[in-house]
């Protein structure tokens, strides 16, 4: 009985091993087969960070527009973090001015950008902070 028993074990290892290496092998042939074109440009998107320079880009735009050209040619548009959209000025003056009028400003920036939660302006004064 003992070597029946130890046979049957065996053989349950066998199939054990056998069951691993399909397994094994599966994951690697899935692995290298091709991936749907859409996903494999995603991740080039991601990965290349096209996606957030297209989104800055469209934040620089709607800023240019919400506070009109005066104004876009002394500030630049920062990052994005939180629902706090960081505004570079050339100086403490366009900074108080800009503050004067930032709800209206915010106003502008919801009708712009649609669905983007932009709560907060927050500003930093730059020298180099022209449109």
Excluded: C
Aim: charged share 25%.
């Amino acid at each position: 009985m003992s070597l029946n028993h130890h046979q049957d074990e065996q053989i349950h290892d066998r199939f054990a091993d056998l069951e691993a290496k399909r397994e094994r092998e599966q994951k690697r042939f899935y692995a290298r087969s091709p991936k749907p074109i859409q996903r494999a440009i995603t991740q080039v998107m991601v990965r290349k960070g096209y996606g957030r320079q297209q989104a800055t880009g469209h934040l620089e735009q709607a800023w240019r527009q919400a506070v009109g050209e005066s104004f876009a040619d002394a500030t630049a548009v920062g990052k994005l973090y939180r629902g706090t959209l960081q505004v570079f000025v050339a100086n403490s003056t366009i900074q108080q001015e800009i503050m004067f009028v930032q709800q209206e400003i915010l106003k502008r920036l919801h009708q712009a950008v649609g669905n983007r939660d932009i709560r907060n302006l927050r500003f930093q004064v730059n020298a180099s902070a022209t449109g």
